[in-house]
């Protein structure tokens, strides 16, 4: 070592340094080899996270970070989403007030009918910016009966537009619409399959609820016959106009009679048939099913 000059000591540091990285990193695949599958997918994810920088002549320095996206980040963020666009619909019973103001309705047949009615209420969901709401058609009552949703401290006067007494589904306007209303987008039929995951919302003593599962069953139908869709979901009770929705918060169909799940076909052809038309049928999204 005293016959070597300084240039020759570096030189001599940098090649032990050389080897020793040379050695260290066959000792270190040697391990990863050896070790438990939990470790070696641990090393992974730390690789992984590791920040790239990618340099090449004449382009700009960019930096690429890979980030594991997590099941449970994507249904928080579409459940928020998808909540917003969520209303409790009541019906407000005609009572003898309304008999009072129409001489002719005071029969008593009028009384003996709505003047013991009982406000009732389902979960709905906002179909449109324009204010067309979807629920149960359970809610409807008879003359003189009032409709208005309810969204968190907002109360908004609702307008029957019709009904489509087969599926048990009835359509709503919500009067004088804020513009930032949500509402929920919906996915085609086509973009539904067998096992994807669903999520279905709803009210239940002043909470909001969830349920989510996968797609059991699937007939996707053609032009002259209806889809069918089947979920692992079990209902707990009468879940009348609960929205079925993917992972994504993209609207696939609702709950009707029987907690029979409505495709979203039909409760387009509702919004279609409606005359005069109250506005367009929500968007379908252009996105793959996940």
Request: aromatic residues 6%; without cysteine.
């Amino acid at each position: 070592m005293e016959e070597l000059n300084k240039t020759q000591i570096i030189l001599l540091a940098i090649f032990i340094t050389f080897v020793t990285s040379v050695a260290t990193g066959v000792v270190v695949v040697t391990l990863l080899d050896q070790a438990p599958q939990g470790i070696t997918q641990t090393v992974n994810r730390v690789v992984e996270r590791t920040v790239e920088k990618v340099v090449s002549p004449g382009q700009v320095e960019r930096t690429e970070v890979k980030q594991i996206v997590r099941e449970d980040d994507t249904v928080v963020s579409s459940v928020q989403t998808a909540k917003q666009a969520l209303v409790k619909v009541v019906r407000q019973g005609a009572t003898s007030d309304v008999g009072l103001s129409n001489p002719e309705l005071q029969t008593a047949s009028f009384y003996s009918t709505f003047a013991l009615s009982e406000d009732v209420s389902r979960v709905g969901f906002v179909v449109s910016g324009d204010g067309l709401v979807i629920s149960s058609n359970e809610l409807l009552g008879g003359l003189g009966s009032v409709y208005f949703a309810l969204s968190g401290d907002t109360k908004y006067n609702l307008k029957f537009i019709k009904s489509d007494d087969k599926a048990g589904i009835a359509l709503f306007s919500i009067e004088n619409p804020p513009k930032n209303l949500v509402s929920l987008n919906a996915l085609s039929i086509d973009q539904v399959s067998l096992g994807q995951t669903v999520m279905t919302l709803g009210f239940d003593s002043g909470m909001n609820t969830l349920a989510m599962g996968y797609i059991s069953g699937l007939k996707t139908g053609n032009a002259s016959t209806t889809p069918v869709i089947k979920t692992s979901i079990r209902p707990t009770e009468n879940w009348n106009g609960r929205p079925l929705i993917d992972i994504n918060g993209f609207l696939i169909g609702m709950y009707g009679g029987d907690n029979e799940i409505i495709p979203y076909i039909t409760i387009k052809n509702l919004i279609d048939s409606s005359s005069p038309k109250p506005a367009a049928a929500s968007p379908v999204s252009t996105k793959g099913a996940q």
